[in-house]
């Protein structure tokens, strides 16, 4: 199969997991070939506005091309090949979150020409618009800690009368804009003001109210899940004094296995996002007040870690991977 991978190489380091994916993608023998288009080609500009007819520039890879980060950009930049979007078989969107909603409408509303095909997309635009929201744990309050859709500042009071709570931005990803109120004080980028000097200027219904866990401090899980299938799981840990685990504020990130309960959690979630052509996704857990590890969120836009998690665990991840998305293709075609 074809595939064309599109993705943005001006945020790129030599961590991001496209390179490895891809390398292992193309030596697939199941692969007929593999093109990495970048948004931060300017050639691409019209593309990646909506003009969708227009040629995308890319990088081709041969089977004896070695995909590798580089600094320069110039691997895409340069890149002399172009096609037109509808010739592949596969786009696989490994596009950085966040969701860019006009391009992901225009991908998902696209009527190929005659002589085109319309190319299965991975992971679905439509889904990841639908998934991508806070608001989607909803679906899976058998899971999570106590949720809640603020709907009004008194309905935000209201559940912060009960415990504490953290107040996560709907469409925000990677730990930003969270808010931990507790006390009548809401903790701000590391700062305590009032809760009611924040009301003042906050808009509450753009967020989804978590009940605060008290064992946040052993760490947040995350696990790769691919096809319905869990590949692996690492766990983050706060560093010392601090609630929030991401590895960019201190945190450290380790090894872990998947709990029973965490099991049964993926073997619910997976089947409901696959519907919605969530192929790729990764569910962070938290350990809640009883011990159990709950669901606290959902990541299905262009997720990482792939290669970090096969270096972690000795297992083929990587090829894992390959072969999920193969095995979901093969299920659709």
């Known amino acids: ?13 030599d961590q991001n997991s496209v390179y490895a994916l891809v390398r292992k993608l193309r030596a697939d023998a199941r692969t007929s070939g593999v093109m990495v288009a970048s948004k ?15 040629p995308v520039y890319g990088m081709f890879l041969g089977q004896e091309t070695d995909f590798q980060f580089d600094a320069s950009g110039r691997q895409f ?32 509303s696209f009527a190929p020409a005659t002589a085109q095909k319309k190319p299965i ?8 618009m639908e998934t991508g929201s806070k608001d989607f744990l909803h679906h899976f309050t058998d899971f999570t800690a106590p949720v809640r859709r603020m709907q009004s500042r008194d309905d935000l009071r209201e559940f912060a009368s009960l415990y504490p709570i953290v107040l996560k931005p709907l469409q925000e990803y990677g730990g930003r804009g969270l808010v931990k109120v507790s006390n009548g004080m809401a903790e701000v980028d590391g700062r ?27 760490g947040d899980k995350r696990i ?9 799981s690492s766990l983050r840990i706060p560093a010392p004094g601090e609630w929030l685990c991401n590895v960019a504020r201190g945190g450290t990130s380790v090894v872990a296995e998947v709990a029973p309960e965490e099991e049964t959690m993926i073997a619910a979630v997976a089947p409901i996002l696959l519907k919605k052509g969530i192929v790729i996704f990764g569910a962070d857990t938290l350990v809640d007040d009883d011990g159990k590890r709950v669901l606290s969120e959902l990541n299905t836009n262009s997720i990482g870690g792939f290669p970090q998690a096969e270096a972690q ?21």
């Open 1 to 13: 199969m074809q595939f064309l991978i599109l993705t943005d190489h001006t945020g790129h380091s």
């Open 192 to 218: 305590e003001v009032p809760l009611e000097t924040w009301l003042s200027t906050a808009d509450p219904t753009a967020y989804l109210g978590m009940k605060f866990l008290k064992n946040v401090g052993q």
């Open 224 to 232: 790769l899940v691919v096809n319905g299938k869990i590949l692996g």
């Open 121 to 128: 997309l991975i992971n679905d635009p439509a889904g990841i």
């Open 313 to 333: 665990t000795g297992r083929p991840i990587l090829q894992q991977t390959i072969n999920g998305i193969y095995d979901y293709l093969e299920e659709r075609l």
């Open 40 to 54: 931060g080609d300017p050639r691409n500009d019209p593309f990646f506005a909506g003009e969708l007819e227009h």
């Open 77 to 108: 930049t340069e890149a002399p090949t172009a096609t037109e979007f509808g010739e592949q078989d596969v786009v696989w969107l490994r596009l950085p979150p966040p969701a860019d909603a006009a391009f992901f409408a225009r991908l998902t």
